[in-house]
């Protein structure tokens, strides 16, 4: 109602620049709301992106762009796993490479994660996924991996948890698989890692932590991604998101008729780069 409202205070285009599917559930009545009003959609990840695959919108549309597969994109994800492992300390007390570590989800910055832990010297790094591919891939990269059901039978082993699922993969066999007191890192929102029961359970009590069974387990950052925090929004490597947001801003402008006069990606390119090295 929120949305509606605000459209029917003006005549002017629409672009809707999602980040995470927050509007799939609504792009298609909005499609037939707004007509050729709605000039531009436009996701910035891969979870997002797989949201609106569900909606007509997707299929019978080329006003929908992403930019979620993009190899820009690529680049942005290692450096956010680099960026989230840098500041982690911050708020983890005892952050050891002893303690053993749980990854849910072995995509493209799950992956990254992995490998960012090992150069750290991590000592035991497990991946869980329901992706069988995903999980061959980790087991292949030389990284233990679990299935979700072999995940039910381990109690209190994980001192650390990332969890980047996109699909509520994280719930109470995760955190019974956790020791008392351990943490949980959520990379993307805890809306899309947290199943409902643990939603329930978090958004009921303090958001710095759980209590689940008994146990407390620790919620970094109240549920939001450290790469996106004050602490490290000035983190040089961040500038890797300009790259990404040149691609946004260039989407943006061609939607509403304008032609690109030359190449920001060649006068940009090395000056980022520098900064980010």
Not at 14 to 31: N, Q
Not at 89 to 100: D, F, H, R, T
Not at 112 to 137: N, P, T
Not at 234 to 257: C, E, M, Q, W, Y
Request: aromatic content about 12%; glycine content about 8%; charged content about 25%.
């Amino acid at each position: 109602m929120e949305i509606k409202g605000i459209m029917a205070e003006t005549a002017l285009p629409v672009i809707i620049f999602d980040i995470g599917g927050y509007f799939a559930p609504y792009v298609d009545e909005l499609s037939v709301l707004l007509g050729r009003r709605l000039i531009l959609v436009l996701e910035d990840t891969a979870n997002g992106h797989e949201k609106y695959r569900n909606t007509d919108y997707f299929g019978r549309s080329n006003r929908f762009k992403s930019v979620a597969y993009d190899s820009y994109k690529m680049a942005e994800n290692v450096m956010v796993a680099n960026v989230i492992l840098s500041h982690l300390p911050s708020y983890v007390q005892g952050w050891s490479e002893y303690k053993a570590v749980l990854v849910v989800g072995y995509g493209r910055i799950g992956r990254s994660l992995c490998f960012g832990l090992k150069r750290q010297g991590f000592k035991r790094i497990v991946v869980v996924d329901s992706d069988r591919g995903r999980l061959f891939m980790a087991a292949t990269e030389e990284f233990e991996v679990l299935t979700p059901l072999e995940l039910k039978s381990c109690r209190d082993i994980f001192h650390y948890c990332f969890s980047m699922s996109g699909q509520h993969g994280t719930n109470k066999v995760v955190v019974n698989a956790m020791c008392e007191n351990g943490y949980i890192c959520v990379v993307t929102s805890y809306d899309d890692e947290f199943d409902s029961e643990l939603i329930k359970i978090y958004e009921s009590g303090d958001t710095s932590k759980v209590h689940v069974d008994g146990k407390k387990i620790n919620i970094v950052n109240g549920g939001r991604p450290i790469n996106l925090s004050v602490c490290a929004a000035f983190d040089a490597r961040n500038l890797s998101l300009h790259f990404i947001f040149g691609r946004i801003l260039s989407s943006f402008l061609v939607s509403l008729g304008m032609k690109s006069s030359g190449s920001w990606e060649e006068e940009a390119f090395f000056d980022i780069l520098s900064e980010i090295r």
